[in-house]
């Protein structure tokens, strides 16, 4: 009985410092995680989304929202233009995310780069390509859902729930948009 006691003080004492250690390692890293994933997985796809700018989006993000969105500034010459947003929505191998860009002059988008995805490699995936992204440049709010499902954009064949997914990511993000455009006005134009 009393080696089961030890055992069982030694485990948790054991299981206590791993956790604490690993707490401790995730709230120590977070911001430089956090870094990375910007420069490396969401700045690409917004660079490639918002075209050309003067300045720079991602040092100029402001959180907003109850969701705590991240908004990105897109300005040329010196006027806010467009903002860009990721959003997120179901595929077929898990969440697709998508980086989406909005002209405030219009209301319509600039355009999509996917930026996280698990998706069927060299089927799923295909809805990274520019002939399904391309889709959604000038596309206005309305309509942001694949044909079969009463939109206007034409799914990846073969890759109907990573189609469906990358749709959905995009409508998420154009309701947000929406949401959003008020603050948005607000926080970047003073």
Avoid: W
């Avoid at 791993?18 to 709230?27: D, M």
């Avoid at 989006?57 to 897109?74: H, N, S, T, W």
């Avoid at 954009?153 to 959905?168: L, R």
């Amino acid at each position: 009985m009393k080696e089961i006691l030890h055992m069982i003080v030694v485990l948790s004492l054991i299981c206590g410092v791993s956790g604490f250690s690993l707490a401790t390692l995730k709230q120590a890293t977070r911001e430089r995680i956090e870094g990375q994933v910007l420069t490396y997985v969401q700045g690409p796809a917004l660079l490639a989304v918002v075209g050309e700018h003067d300045n720079d989006p991602i040092a100029e993000r402001k959180v907003l929202g109850d969701d705590k969105q991240f908004v990105f500034p897109v300005i040329r010459d010196g006027e806010l233009v467009g903002v860009a947003l990721e959003t997120f929505a179901p595929g077929y191998s898990g969440n697709i995310g998508v980086m989406v860009g909005f002209n405030l002059a219009d209301d319509t988008l600039m355009g999509i780069g996917v930026t996280t995805q698990t998706e069927t490699p060299g089927l799923g995936t295909r809805v990274m390509e520019p002939s399904f992204t391309g889709q959604f440049a000038a596309h206005s709010l309305g309509g942001l859902a694949l044909k079969a499902q009463g939109g206007d954009i034409d799914g990846v064949s073969g890759a109907t729930f990573s189609s469906v997914g990358t749709a959905n990511a995009v409508a998420n993000a154009a309701k947000v948009y929406e949401s959003l455009k008020p603050a948005i006005i607000k926080a970047f134009k003073g």
